[in-house]
């Protein structure tokens, strides 16, 4: 799954975005944790629904093969928000499901049906008892379609012939029992035969092929799809509506891209991508694609990112459809990004699939890790890893402070689950294993990966299956050198200095445990893979393995500037002593692109820590120029939109604001603010990160050419193209007048597509007027746009900084709403989103309080996290104050 909670990032404001380790053992059903009960497991479901939009509901029946392993007088599956009807059951030795439809034969024995609605289970018990063997249980059962993306869920868009509606499901982690009764843990893996009693004249899509359709009634039809292997619930899908497709093919493969009307342009992208994606993954993994068919699904509307289903891939519109014409770079290298992430899950997680919600991370830091390599590797010009470090600093900044968690940890509730959706699982993980295959080499690794899928294919796994393929093909004890940095919470540091004995130059290393705002953290220590750069240097001049003691390294003779973590391979810090960081911030520009991206989000991190003065950071800036990279350029820019928002409010700001414009309007004007002919889509982008700076900075002359293109814009759409649409809109938002905000609202209200709506609503919500921010607020419960686009407003008002105030007070006052509105997993987390624009500890206590007074405890850990985001924002600004006001004074002296 691939959430996205926030509005695309096109603004810097937004950036936040020894070992007492447990030996973990390999994979056990019995082990396992899980509230179902062990002894029944399930082979196979025949499962039938009609959903029926109408009324909001849909009916259903299945049949469900088990095996009962031992003598039980009960069965226990899960069923959550679902009426059952009735529960047969009768044995099965000797013979499976038999026939389609359900049979109902006389020997079917009536089951007592006890809902246990606390843990979202129901029991089903015989007058007696159901003995070791094959059983059949029968159940009918109806439901709700929800009007938030879970379970079955409802679609409201506009097309291009008028409104319309149609429906998906999303059931990962914990709401396919939502929908059918059913053995909701990932460890329980059965096969599924769908059958859909649909109008005529809509499609359903569904994980495997159709192998049947027939007519059934005058306006309806029964569409039933091919068994699917065995695989976990939250994996199986459907979705029905007026779809329209192009296909492909690899090899015996069909692939094809689904979308609604009007949108057949917007697709060709996608179905390329399959195709060189599939061809891509098969050949890394050496396991074939295990279905006859891969589907991707553009749905205009539902939910915010896409969701991995084995064979039909559902996708917000917004993150899968890509028009040459209209979008920006950014679109086309995120949609690549996440198609890859997605397809990397039909090996990892699907065909694998982790035991227990605990190990998400072997789903999530895989798919990241390998949709990330994979996108590297297809588009070298895209320089896609370096772009992906750049999000370090808020990873780690989260990562260093007392609401973190370890990669592994354990899991109980539904919402524990929900929240494990998040940054150290996603980014810590795919930087770690991003790590470890730089530590064992290329080969090993994807050799250890290989056996791994062929061992465990359509199997569960916990980490340690997975360290024990990569010892045997490294012949090195992975599990020893992964405990700490999977089974720890937190990152080193390493602490370097140089010493020089005549003409031999040597580096010291030692680690100690990087931390922010944490003075009890517990005093932890990691196997840190230590490499080492020079300017020019391809790779590294050296490498260590530190441990618990400090490391000497001889360099030779020689006065090179000496820099650790050569090309940002590793997921540590690294603070340089004076005379070190002296010398690199002389020559940190010489250094590879990669290295000089690490060494900005390193020294970024030595303010934070306050081995660093924020003026000596902002020095670091104008060694940049229009030649510099454009990820260099996209870290340079955080760190200074940072340190803008944390000024929000005060008089500096200005003077602040104007050194800035100062420094880099040459840069600008040498790129000019039209795209020229010959310009490299990484030029495109840079002249739009520049802009968006310093138009949200206040530079006169890209406000008015803002607006200036965007008096064309309303006349002609097609006059403003690629990444200067998003962010010319977003500064027109900012500055906008009541009439401004009035026609971009009006152009939202018309789009047809989810990326249009999206981005002209991040524009209003950016504006700076506290009547708009507030007309913005007020929109997010009017109904006029999908839920997750409407509870994103208040996430969006807030992020500015300038308006968290009002976000928070309509937060208080609507939480329950809004809450309802989002449904799904990730309550917890957006409730942090609401209250992501403060900056002062008084604010975090609050949020904190509010939760522990409203939700239950279960909502504390990630009540927390979000206290520590603006904790670590009061801590920096508080921290470069003084700093950044002499920095502003130094330019007078220039
Ligand atoms: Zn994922």
Known sequence: MKPILAFPSFSLFLVLSCLGVFAEEPFSFNKTPGKLPKTVVPHHYELSLKPKIESSSFTGSEVIEVEVLESVSEIVLNAHNLTIATAHSRSADGGGIPTTPVPTSAHWKDLAISLDVTNQCVNLRSSTAFAPGRHLIRLDFSGKISQSPVGMFLI???????????????????????????????????????????PLGVTPVSNMPVSQSVVSTETSKKVSFLKTPSMPTYLLVLVVGELDHIEGRVGGIETRVWFTEGKRNKALYALKNSERLLTYFQKYFDVPFPLPKLDHIALPGGFGGAMEHWGAITYNESTVL????QNSQDTKERSFAIMAHEMAHQWFGNLVTMAWWDNLWLNEGFASWMGTKATDNLNPSWNHWLRVDTGKIGLMALDAQKSTHPIQRPVKSESQIGDSFDGITYQKGMFFIRMLEDYLGEEK?????????????????????????????????????????????????????????????????????FTLLDPNAQPLKWKVPVTIATPGSKGSLART???????????????????LNAGSRGYYRTAYDAPMFKQLSCSWHK???SDQVNFLSDAFAMVETERLSASEYLDLIPAMGKGTSLPVWEQGLAGLGLIDSLLEGNVMQRGYRSRVIALLQSVVAEIGFQSRAGDSPQLGLLRARLMGLLGGLGSQAIIDEARKRFTFYVKDPSSLTGALRPTLLRIVGQYA??????????????????????????????????????????????????????????????????????????????HRQLMELLGGPFMNAYAGSTVAGFSDTAHATEYVEFIKANYPPDALAKAEEAADRIRYKAHLKQLISSSVESWISSSNAD
């Not at 929908?179 to 990932?186: A, G, L, Q, R, Y």
């Not at 890509?322 to 014409?325: L, Q, R, S, V, Y």
């Not at 390493?494 to 031999?504: W, Y």
């Not at 390294?553 to 500037?561: C, E, F, V």
């Open 591 to 593: 250094f590879s692109p």
């Open 156 to 198: 409201k868009y506009k097309s291009p012939s008028g409104p319309k509606e149609m429906i998906a499901t999303q059931f990962e982690a914990t709401d396919a029992r939502q929908v059918f009764p059913c053995f909701d843990e990932p460890a329980f893996r059965a096969s599924f035969s769908l059958t859909v009693e649909v």
């Open 322 to 325: 890509f028009d040459p014409a």
């Open 445 to 513: 690794f994807q050799q250890g990966l290989r056996q791994y899928m062929k061992r465990h294919a359509f199997g569960n796994t916990t980490t340690a299956d997975l360290w024990a393929e990569m010892a045997e093909a490294s012949q090195q004890d992975v599990a020893r050198f992964a405990a700490g940095w999977t089974e720890q919470p937190g990152l080193p540091v390493i602490l370097a200095s140089t010493t020089q004995v005549g003409r031999e130059k040597s580096v010291v290393l030692r680690q100690e445990r």
């Open 737 to 814: 007048s009541k009439e401004d905000y009035a026609e971009l609202l009006r152009l939202a209200r018309a789009a047809t597509l989810e990326e249009e709506s999206g981005m002209l609503l991040s524009a209003i919500a950016s504006a700076s007027n506290p009547d708009l921010a507030n007309q913005t607020l007020s929109l997010s419960l009017a109904g006029e746009f999908s839920p997750v686009q409407s509870t994103r407003l208040v996430s969006a008002v807030s992020n500015t900084g300038r308006h968290a105030s009002l976000a928070w007070d309509f937060m208080k006052q609507h």
């Open 545 to 563: 393995l530190l441990e618990e003691t400090p490391v000497s390294l001889k360099l030779g003779a020689g006065n090179q500037p000496i820099k």
